[in-house]
């Protein structure tokens, strides 16, 4: 930078200061940072978009795979069948073959939502398109299953002479299923008593210990506004 002092005749005390760049006027000076600056954003833009792009395609894709893949459609009756009859009691403890294809169709029915819940919860999947899509059937169906599920959170302690409370089971589908509606039942160890021990016995009592790092609490369920 360059500084010159010019003196004015008529004022002899006054002194005017005039710099001037060597490289010549500030607008070229700060023209070359700008446009980095304006290449990173553009970059920055270019790789969100990408990113919700390929959310919504594996939400789509998973959306079209739960209705029409023979896999799916037939867990999808067996809850069906389960729904309407009333019969996920049974499934704590079956007793025939039956009442087991049944509980395993059911838990893997139940796993499909809560492997959705946690690709939704880590921004894998996209939260609008799958609500859209299936809002209702997620919250009409963890208000069907609420009362297996909350049976099934009650295990038994690795000594096997207490019930424990397992919250983690099924949180990220609780999760879900309660930002889409505030209908959906929220289920903490409150919402029933605790099994007898002389009632233990199914598959659904076997121990599940929590495991050395957890991670964070299961997440805080927040209304929808």
Not at 12 to 19: D, Q, T, V
Not at 46 to 51: L, P, S, T, V
Not at 99 to 104: C, F, L, V
């Amino acid at each position: 930078m360059n500084c010159q002092i010019f003196h004015f005749g008529f004022m002899s005390a006054a002194e005017s200061f005039r710099c001037v760049s060597d490289s010549g006027p500030l607008w070229k000076t700060l023209l070359g940072p700008a446009l980095v600056l304006i290449s990173v954003f553009v970059a920055w833009l270019g790789i969100r978009n990408a990113r919700a792009v390929a959310r919504q395609k594996a939400t789509l894709d998973i959306i079209e795979k739960f209705e029409s893949t023979e896999h799916y459609r037939s867990l999808n009756e067996a809850f069906s069948a389960t729904r309407k009859a009333g019969g996920f009691a049974a499934l704590h403890d079956p007793q025939s073959d039956e009442e087991r294809k049944a509980r395993a169709d059911v838990q893997d029915y139940l796993n499909h939502y809560e492997l959705v819940a946690i690709g939704i919860r880590n921004n894998i999947l996209d939260e609008k398109i799958y609500k859209e899509w299936m809002g209702s059937a997620v919250v009409r169906d963890w208000n069907a299953a609420a009362s297996y599920i909350q049976r099934e959170r009650w295990r038994l302690n690795e000594a096997k002479d207490d019930f424990v409370y397992r919250p983690r089971l099924y949180a990220s589908y609780q999760w879900l299923a309660s930002r889409f509606s505030r209908d959906a039942l929220r289920l903490t160890n409150a919402s029933s008593d605790k099994p007898q021990l002389m009632h233990a016995g199914g598959p659904g009592d076997d121990p599940l210990p929590e495991p050395n790092d957890p991670g964070p609490a299961p997440p805080a369920i927040v209304d929808d506004p």
